[in-house]
């Protein structure tokens, strides 16, 4: 059976993006036949640690030196290595394409020293960009290429989104498994200043950032429940009105689940595709994190627009649907399973 070594990112600071990514790529792979190691530090979140070892994959400790990655591919048996990390050197990736072992590398935007046969890049618009690759590398770039967990898929709606009945708006609000920036009070401060009605549910990973959202003052008609990390975020992204969320990852879930998308840039590296979303008109931009905790004025006039008209409400979820088809993991599955044929 081949096998596929996964070697990612993932902390309490890092967020779990990296991870579930590479969980919908396993996904597929494991549809296909293919066994499936992740090599990370998931035990650090032990809600996305729950999620990989669920759903049977094993987890091996991260290594970090080119030496020890190396060591890993005849220790793991690895017939193939993927890797999503922001915090690897570009000789890793070097060391162990060196091997002949086929690599995939996802990567977003820079290629921050990924050196490995296929590059995936899936944000949106990024086809467009030119950026110098590693000899004989491949690119596969844009959101055909995005890559949807099992979960998402379940839930994408057959037809686009329609309007939906008028009523006090359900909010779904959530910032990856960690929210390692804190943006939840901040979002939730915005939509009070807002001064619409809604019903909330904000996801809290810890008791201070739940403390902290459960202390924002809320105007008549306002109402937020916060919850903890769920394994059922497609089901709720669906049955909300409004999805705030960070401008990371999770983006691309939101759009082919249809859902009305409110973006929060909360770090830097999410800007470009923070612009090239709410430029494309398929989600709306609250703002960075910065200024809403400068001042929530104008990310409230944002979201009164979102929580009072329905018909924008629809016009963006249509728009993101139609973006984002969800076979992303196929095509990328195929290009590295004929790869692995042509090394076989």
Excluded at 284 to 296: I, R, S
Aim: glycine share 10%; hydrophobic share 45%.
């Amino acid at each position: 059976m081949v096998r596929v070594g996964v070697r990612c990112d993932v902390g309490v600071r890092r967020g779990i993006g990296h991870v579930m990514r590479c969980l919908a790529f396993a996904e597929e792979l494991r549809a296909r036949g293919v066994d499936v190691v992740f090599v990370c530090d998931s035990p650090t979140v032990p809600w996305v640690d729950a999620q990989i070892t669920e759903r049977g994959i094993p987890v091996e400790p991260a290594v970090w030196t080119p030496g020890e990655h190396v060591e890993m591919l005849g220790r793991l048996k690895l017939d193939a290595v993927v890797f999503d990390s922001y915090d690897l050197p570009g000789e890793v990736f070097s060391a162990v394409r060196r091997t002949g072992v086929p690599t995939l590398a996802i990567v977003d935007g820079e290629l921050r020293g990924a050196d490995a046969d296929v590059l995936v890049d899936q944000n949106l618009r990024a086809e467009f960009d030119q950026p110098v690759l590693p000899e004989g590398a491949v690119r596969l770039a844009g959101l055909d290429y995005v890559l949807l967990r099992d979960e998402v898929l379940a839930w994408r709606p057959v037809e686009p989104p329609v309007l939906r009945p008028s009523g006090t708006p359900k909010v779904f609000a959530f910032f990856g498994g960690t929210d390692a920036y804190g943006a939840g009070p901040y979002v939730v401060q915005a939509l009070a200043a807002s001064g619409a009605p809604f019903d909330a549910t904000v996801v809290a990973p810890g008791d201070e950032l739940a403390k902290a959202i459960a202390a924002v003052a809320l105007g008549q008609d306002q109402r937020v429940q916060v919850i903890g990390p769920t394994s059922q975020l497609a089901q709720a992204v669906v049955e909300s009105d409004l999805v705030i969320s960070a401008s990371g990852t999770s983006t691309w879930e939101l759009l082919c689940l249809g859902a009305t998308a409110g973006l929060v840039c909360v770090v830097d590296n999410q800007e470009l595709g923070y612009e090239r979303a709410v430029a494309t008109g398929a989600a709306a931009g609250v703002g960075t994190l910065a200024e809403l905790k400068a001042d929530p004025t104008a990310a409230a006039a944002v979201l009164r627009t979102l929580l009072t008209d329905a018909q924008e409400r629809a016009q963006l979820a249509q728009a993101g649907w139609k973006l984002v088809d969800g076979r992303g993991r196929v095509r990328v599955a195929d290009t590295l399973l004929r790869l692995l044929d042509a090394a076989t």
